[in-house]
């Protein structure tokens, strides 16, 4: 990436594209935001008079010498003291003001005072902020709400500031529609890239201009892109990036200009392409969500910084420990989102999804891990480097919830939010077993769990016992829930038993090793003598229920085993067979911590309650309520 960038930014300086830009004049109350083309320097003094600071008398300070409490001294009203009031001009031959509390007015035209006042004392100097010509702001500077007060103060109506760096988005797809079109066919991808760059390149401080959405035609895709170089100072062409039949960037930069660089060695993000045509720079991106929010973090963003003369600013970094082992391939930058959450006197970093087309893994992320081109990985427990996308206090009031997974668990973090500003949950779906693992490794507040002991028929007990031994641990009902077969809406293919699940023309799709699902399923297959090894599909994993969902949803499966409100939020049939208890497993010294009281107010509470009985299949009769602590 580093040769990537400096290849860029030489052939950039070589054609003159990386000056900064030209100035324009701008109303002073417009122009919040941005960048100064010239010094500003002050038109007139602030104040432009000497006032008085206090409501009192001015006076001239020699003319109070020797005043005392034990000898007042009295002054003439007139010639030897005048009432003034904050921000009147002193009266000629005065130097001084004596605040209105500590003057006695005798009522005969004459003031008592019973202390000196220094020369200048309670007065505000005809140019004590500002001097006129003094400078104000200097280049390159930008402007905050207070800088535009003091530029008004200084006498100015209007302000030369750097022109916006011009910024045509070409999307480009076949596959590509536009937001609102329904119902959206198998292939139709919604075009939000184009949004999201939009909007980065107004937050860098430029002006975006969203192109229309053009098929896979290379002469109407290069007839576009050389259109938009007329009118802007950057074009970015979104997908077509990468080497196949389709994508055409990379040879259209080639055509209509120099190409500098076709792929870069970073992941997501690979396939992008640099180069410059008619003196301008084009950047092409790849089509994936996370590839081009990245790479347009990494190419795009300085270079709007540097068009303004300004230097991108610095995120905070963070040390933080990794929550689980990340193998990463040899030979390229990788970057990995992460939630944040401070755990007891560490930062936990928890790698969310690392796939290049999830936009969620970048909604969700409080931060970037950055593993070098020549690293194989971190193992769980590693301390990493954290580029940090959200305020540290307010990861500090992250709940980290590592286990299994439930649609509760979104109602609950929305309800945290909305209790508590600032305050949110962070949840790791890796199943009932990891959580526990997690809390015994000190890496979470607390985990969903629902590990059934098959000897006892209790829920959760024997599992902490074993991997939570010697800790303080209080166990909360949060729901009981409807396991059952998650199928196509009609049950086209009769499915009414996990007998089923081993005929030959039913493709099932399981949960990871370690969820509260699959030991549950373990359990049953077990106890009716199925072997698993009969059952298509047994060694597909999905890490939630509504990925379960997702599969049957999609054709990839006929069935899988879930929860009532995953089916339903995918509008699918549902065969309920295997009553179960969700319960919440919390170290003592977070449940009774502060962090974790808003939301265990919340789950004690009848408006929670209503919200997860609404989404069926849940029994919250007991939601709340402590059911076992060690």
């Not at 009031?85 to 004596?98: E, F, R, S």
């Not at 006695?104 to 000196?116: K, N, S, T, V």
């Not at 690392?354 to 070098?372: F, H, K, N, W």
Request: charged fraction near 20%; aromatic fraction near 4%; hydrophobic fraction near 45%.
């Amino acid at each position: 990436m580093e040769d990537a960038l400096q290849r860029f930014w030489t052939a950039l300086q070589q054609v003159g594209a990386l000056a900064p830009m030209a100035s324009e004049s701008v109303p002073v109350d417009q122009a919040l935001g941005r960048v100064t083309a010239e010094p500003v320097f002050a038109r007139t003094s602030v104040p432009h008079y000497h006032a008085a600071a206090m409501d009192g008398i001015a006076v001239r300070a020699d003319e109070t010498l020797g005043a005392s409490e034990t000898s007042p001294l009295q002054l003439a009203v007139g010639t030897q003291a005048t009432w003034v009031d904050t921000g009147d001009p002193l009266p000629p031959d005065t130097n001084a003001v004596i605040m209105a509390e500590q003057v006695q007015d005798l009522g005969d035209g004459r003031l008592e005072i019973m202390a000196a006042v220094a020369p200048w004392q309670h007065v505000r100097p005809m140019g004590e902020d500002l001097v006129a010509t003094e400078l104000v702001l200097p280049e390159n500077h930008t402007l905050s709400a207070v800088d535009l007060g003091a530029v008004t103060a200084a006498g100015h109506t209007c302000i030369d500031v750097r022109c916006r760096p011009r910024v045509a988005i070409l999307p480009t797809g076949s596959e590509l529609v536009e937001a609102g079109r329904a119902p959206l066919q198998p292939g139709a991808i919604v075009d939000f890239n184009s949004v999201v760059l939009a909007g980065q390149v107004r937050e860098w401080g430029g002006e975006p201009t969203r192109l229309p959405i053009t098929a896979d035609d290379r002469s109407l895709i290069r007839d576009r892109v050389a259109a938009a170089l007329e009118q802007h100072e950057v074009v970015v062409v979104n997908a077509g990036s990468s080497a196949g039949s389709e994508d055409y960037t990379a040879s259209i930069v080639g055509e209509l200009g120099q190409l500098l660089v076709h792929g870069v060695a970073i992941r997501p993000g690979h396939p992008l392409v640099l180069g410059i045509a008619r003196d301008k720079a084009l950047i092409g991106l790849p089509g994936y969500p996370v590839s081009a929010i990245l790479t347009s973090e990494f190419f795009l963003k300085p270079l709007l910084y540097r068009l303004q003369g300004l230097l991108p600013p610095d995120r905070p970094r963070q040390k933080a420990t990794i929550t689980r082992k990340l193998l990463s391939p040899m030979g390229e930058e990788e970057y990995v989102r992460v939630k944040l959450g401070q755990v007891g006197q560490r930062l936990m970093a928890a790698p969310l999804s690392r796939g290049a087309g999830v936009i969620m893994s970048m909604v969700r992320a409080d931060g970037l891990v950055r593993i070098p081109r020549f690293s194989e990985g971190v193992h769980a427990g590693a301390e990493v480097d954290v580029e940090v996308l959200r305020s540290i206090d307010e990861v500090r009031k992250t709940i980290v919830a590592i286990g299994s997974h439930d649609l509760a668990l979104d109602l609950l973090s929305n309800a945290l939010a909305r209790r508590t500003p600032g305050a949110s949950l962070a949840s790791a779906n890796v199943g009932s077993l990891g959580g526990l693992l997690a809390l015994s490794r000190g890496e979470a507040h607390l985990a969903g769990s629902h590990l059934l002991d098959e000897k006892s028929g209790e829920y959760n007990v024997s599992y902490i016992e074993r991997h939570l031994a010697g800790k303080r641990v209080v166990l909360v009902q949060l729901a009981g829930r409807v396991q059952g077969l998650i199928v196509p809406r009609g049950n086209p293919r009769g499915i009414s038993s996990l007998e089923d699940l081993a005929r030959d023309d039913v493709q099932f799709v399981n949960r990871q090793r370690g969820s509260g699902t699959r030991v549950l399923l373990d359990y049953e297959l077990t106890r009716r003598k199925l072997d698993p090894r009969r059952i298509r599909g047994y060694e597909r994993e999905q890490y939630t229920h509504l990925a379960v969902a997702a599969d049957v949803a999609s054709g990839a499966a006929d069935a899988g085993l879930g929860i009532l409100a995953a089916a339903r939020a995918l509008e699918l049939d549902f065969l309920p067979l295997f009553d179960e208890q969700y319960q919440l497993v919390i170290p003592r010294e977070f449940y009774e911590s502060a962090l974790l009281a808003p939301l265990l107010e919340i789950v004690g509470g009848p408006d929670f309650r209503a919200e997860v009985d609404a989404l069926g299949g849940y029994d919250v009769s007991s939601m709340g309520r402590v059911v076992w602590e060690s």
